[in-house]
């Protein structure tokens, strides 16, 4: 059956460098999306890309974090200047556009 | 903000015990989801639902949306010891829309 995967399953890194999630959404899938998790906190939206660009973004993603679909397989999200406050599990997320969103299993992410 | 308030927060049953989540909004939503969660895991689709009123059945497991779109509920018979998890509601205002998520339920069942 068709997942959504996710990579890497746990990244740490320092306060300010940049990081790179990265996904690969089910393959006949139209929109993408990025969610975090902060510990013992709802999934809470970032950000949702659809025919190449962003359609909708929360107050979340700001300037420090971006989207980009490299090549027709991998969706990516980028934090340019990591904050303490990033730390968080990553969900990406791919629907055909109906209803069902399916999620891939999650980037742990821990700034220190 | 659209907000999906779910209930209870917290649920510890007994084995072959029945049990109900509750999932309410204010907002209408085109769609609802629900998912269960492992530890360090992502959500993991276990149904939707589209249409006021409509009910689902997976196994055990009996899912409804309500009349007005607005509020769903998940109910479990005879609850077993691998039910135990997290489970999370989520509403799309829109297709293709973001998922609004509930704080989930933590449901344990004890053999």
């Known amino acids: 059956e068709p997942e959504v995967t996710q990579t890497p399953s746990h990244q740490v890194t320092q306060m300010g460098q940049e990081v790179i999630l990265r996904c690969v959404p089910i393959?006949?899938?139209?929109?993408f999306y990025w969610y975090r998790q902060i510990l013992g906190q709802k999934v809470e939206f970032l950000v949702s890309?659809?025919?190449?660009?962003?359609?909708?973004k929360s107050e979340i993603f700001d300037d420090q974090f971006s989207v980009e679909r490299p090549d027709g397989s991998n969706f990516t999200l980028k934090i340019r200047s990591t904050k303490l406050e990033d730390s968080a599990m990553y969900f990406c997320?791919?629907?055909?556009?109906?209803?069902?969103?399916?999620f891939g299993p999650g980037t742990r992410l821990t700034v220190t | 903000t659209q907000l999906l308030e779910q209930s209870p927060q917290f649920l510890s049953i007994q084995e072959g015990e029945n049990l109900t989540v509750y999932c309410n909004s204010s907002?209408?939503?085109?769609?609802l989801q629900w998912y269960r969660q492992e530890p360090g895991e992502g959500p993991v689709l276990l149904v939707t639902?589209?249409?006021?009123?409509e009910v689902k059945k997976l196994k055990r497991l009996t899912f409804q949306f309500g009349d007005a779109r607005k509020d769903s509920s998940l109910h479990i018979t005879a609850a077993q010891p691998g039910d135990t998890g997290l489970y999370l509601c989520a509403g799309a205002l829109e297709y293709g829309n973001k998922l609004v998520f509930g704080a989930g339920t933590i449901l344990r069942v004890k053999s």
């Open positions: 639902v589209v249409t006021g009123g």
């Open positions: 907002s209408v939503f085109s769609s």
């Open positions: 890309f659809y025919n190449n660009e962003i359609s909708e």
């Open positions: 997320a791919s629907t055909t556009g109906y209803y069902e969103q399916y």
């Open positions: 393959s006949n899938h139209l929109y």
